[in-house]
């Protein structure tokens, strides 16, 4: 399925689309949970429907036509180890941009987390040593100064302190899954998506389906129920909202796969960005307010966006430098959400 080629380019193209559109609405969706009053991560419920819905990999057929190779228990010890890697650094990932959107809004945070793929670029040169052309510095350079104007614009802010927060969060949120790609290209050049995608979602799901009969499950009254209840909100419409997450994680992060064995940098720098602009108009549509003005369009989050767009695609189309180590895996792609 995820293979460029004339006869599976409009299914290359579906899978962009609902990688687009499942990203954006997933975003949204979280956010809307967070302003019912029962997002908090302190009850350890919010990562659930996301990573549930990961497992729903488990009902697909391996869709790639690659199977684990015949290197016996040497292969077998590389592949479990690369996926508790890369489910260590997803938990993280998520937890940090989490606390990112309920920090900063998914307007700021969008504009920061629209970045990605240039920190991406960043930590594939700190673990494969793979160099940066100056063109790709440029545009990372670019970038940089849009997520600087964002903090900028947040010191202006009533709640500066909480965008502060949440634009650091979603830094190393980006920094943790950043990463994560890294390895997770390795790990698709050896183990089909559905299993890779599976497992990463019954290691989150584990952990974080203990913390919350733990922690949270304990606590649901004062910190779901009463929460809801401040917030004008119904224990249905909460319900309904994580149960229509789980099938929205699972369509955006198969795609999310897809995207990252299929796609060149040109295509994922362009569709990053796209996502970045549908979210913020979203954003600033559905939850502007006196008491969410971090979540208002103004000029400078604007600029800010225009700057990270920019710079994302003038390092998507820059020309690369020259390997001067073997490529990690054989995707040579730079940007991967």
Same mark, same amino acid.
């Given at each position: 399925?995820?293979?460029? /080629?004339?006869?599976?380019?409009? @299914?290359?193209?579906? !899978? @962009?689309?609902?990688?687009?559109?499942?990203g954006a609405l997933y975003i949204i969706g979280a956010? #809307?949970?967070?302003? !019912?009053? &029962?997002?908090?991560?302190?009850? +350890?419920?919010?990562?659930?429907?996301? +990573?549930?819905?990961?497992?729903?990999?488990?009902?697909l057929p391996p869709a790639d036509g690659r199977r684990p /190779?015949?290197?016996?228990?040497?292969n077998t010890a590389r592949s479990s180890k690369l996926i508790m890697r890369i489910a260590a650094l997803e938990a993280i990932g998520y937890l940090m941009t989490y606390l990112g959107i309920a920090y900063a809004g998914s307007t700021i945070y969008t504009i920061v987390y629209g970045s990605m793929s240039l920190v991406v670029a960043f930590m594939r040169w700190v673990i494969t040593k793979k160099t940066v052309s @100056?063109?790709?510095?440029?545009?990372?350079?670019? &970038?940089?100064?849009?997520? &600087?104007?964002?903090?900028?614009?947040?010191?202006?802010?009533?709640?500066?302190?909480?965008?502060?927060?949440?634009?650091?969060?979603?830094?190393?949120?980006? +920094?943790?899954?950043?990463?994560?790609?890294?390895?997770?290209?390795?790990a698709l050049a050896i183990l089909p998506t559905t299993t890779v995608l599976f497992s990463m979602g019954k290691y989150c799901t584990m952990l974080f389906f203990?913390?919350?009969?733990?922690?949270?499950?304990?606590?649901? @009254? &004062?910190?779901? #129920?009463?929460?809801?209840?401040?917030?004008?909100?119904?224990?249905?419409?909460?319900?309904?909202?994580?149960?229509?997450?789980?099938?929205?994680?699972?369509?955006?992060?198969?795609?999310w796969m897809g995207v990252i064995r299929g796609d060149g940098a040109v295509a994922t720098g362009l569709m990053q960005g796209f996502r970045s602009c549908l979210t913020f108009a979203l954003s600033s549509m559905l939850f502007c307010s006196p008491t969410t003005s971090n979540q208002c369009f103004t000029i400078g989050k604007g600029f800010a966006t225009v700057l990270v767009v920019t710079?994302?695609?003038?390092?998507?189309?820059?020309?690369?430098a020259k390997p001067t180590t073997p490529p990690l895996s054989p995707s040579s792609s730079s940007g991967l959400v």
């Open positions: 399925m995820y293979r460029t /080629s004339d006869d599976s380019g409009a @299914r290359q193209w579906t !899978t @962009r689309l609902v990688y687009l559109i499942g956010q #809307e949970v967070y302003y !019912t009053g &029962a997002g908090s991560m302190k009850t +350890f419920l919010p990562p659930l429907p996301y +990573f549930t819905g990961m497992m729903m990999a488990v009902l /190779s015949s290197n016996g228990n040497q @100056r063109g790709q510095l440029c545009g990372m350079m670019v &970038a940089v100064l849009g997520i &600087a104007s964002t903090a900028l614009e947040g010191l202006n802010a009533a709640n500066s302190e909480s965008i502060e927060l949440g634009v650091f969060f979603t830094l190393v949120g980006c +920094f943790a899954y950043a990463t994560e790609y890294v390895f997770l290209e390795e203990t913390l919350f009969i733990t922690i949270g499950l304990p606590h649901h @009254r &004062a910190w779901i #129920e009463d929460q809801v209840k401040a917030h004008h909100g119904r224990m249905e419409v909460v319900v309904l909202l994580y149960t229509l997450l789980i099938p929205c994680s699972f369509l955006k992060n198969y795609a710079g994302t695609l003038i390092y998507s189309f820059a020309q690369p």
